[in-house]
């Protein structure tokens, strides 16, 4: 079975500095890794998806197999990212599995 | 993407009653699922229900508490009953884009309140 881990529960960094995200998991068959966000009184909405290697909002994620993680990474925050991120794994048999969610603030 | 509809947008029952969500999707989606978000949790999935089948429910939930209906391609039901204030929780809808990218779009969920 899957299991999609995020070790911090709370986060807090002052605008301008640099955030990072931990989210592990463990998969027996290829994983297909998503962050997903919540933002204040809004939708869960993806982030980004780690098939697109792209950067979304400067936030990167690279899924390292080796160590089984897919950290999300910002060298800047802003006020606005101040959210619920979800690290969340999609497997074979068609289920999206979500970590318990990191709370970020970023403080002027 | 698809614009999900999730009514009720919250409710207060009483303990013993039986409450049913409703999602409503502005296209045609083939999969359609169902979570849970307990208080200070994170989003357990409770079934996928597929158009012209039964759902298929995770570990944990049974069909004859959170019974579901999928009538179309853009409508499901999903009823709590029997409730207690354990099923205190937020109840949304996801479907799959549809884009072959594996990403979900979620309603505005549904929180429940049972007293």
């Known amino acids: 079975a899957q299991r999609v881990t995020q070790p911090e529960k709370l986060l807090s960094v002052f605008k301008g500095a640099p955030v990072e995200l931990k989210c592990n998991y463990s998969?027996?068959?290829?994983?297909?890794l998503f962050w997903y966000v919540q933002y204040s009184r809004q939708r869960l909405q993806l982030l980004l998806r780690?098939?697109s290697r792209e950067s979304i909002k400067g936030f990167t994620a690279d899924l390292n197999k080796g160590e089984t993680s897919f950290h999300l990474k910002k060298p800047f925050a802003q006020e606005e990212d101040s959210a619920m991120y979800y690290c969340?794994?999609?497997?074979?048999?068609?289920?999206?599995?979500f970590g318990a969610g990191t709370t970020v603030t970023v403080r002027a | 993407s698809a614009v999900i509809s999730q009514k009720p947008s919250r409710d207060i029952c009483q303990r013993g009653t039986s409450l049913t969500i409703q999602c409503q999707v502005d296209?045609?989606?083939?999969?359609m699922f169902w979570y849970r978000q307990q208080p200070g949790q994170s989003l357990t999935l409770i079934a996928t229900?597929?158009?012209?089948?039964?759902?298929?429910?995770e570990s944990g939930f049974v069909i004859d508490k959170f019974p579901i209906s999928r009538p179309n391609l853009t409508f499901s039901t999903l009823t709590v009953s029997n409730m207690s204030p354990e099923d205190s929780s937020i109840y949304l809808c996801?479907?799959?884009?549809?884009?072959?990218?594996?990403?979900?779009?979620f309603g505005a969920g549904s929180r429940l309140t049972v007293l």
């Open positions: 296209s045609q989606v083939t999969m």
């Open positions: 780690h098939i």
């Open positions: 969340a794994l999609w497997s074979n048999d068609y289920k999206l599995s």
């Open positions: 998969y027996s068959g290829s994983p297909e």
């Open positions: 229900a597929n158009q012209g089948s039964e759902a298929t429910y």
């Open positions: 996801s479907v799959d884009t549809g884009s072959g990218a594996n990403v979900l779009t």
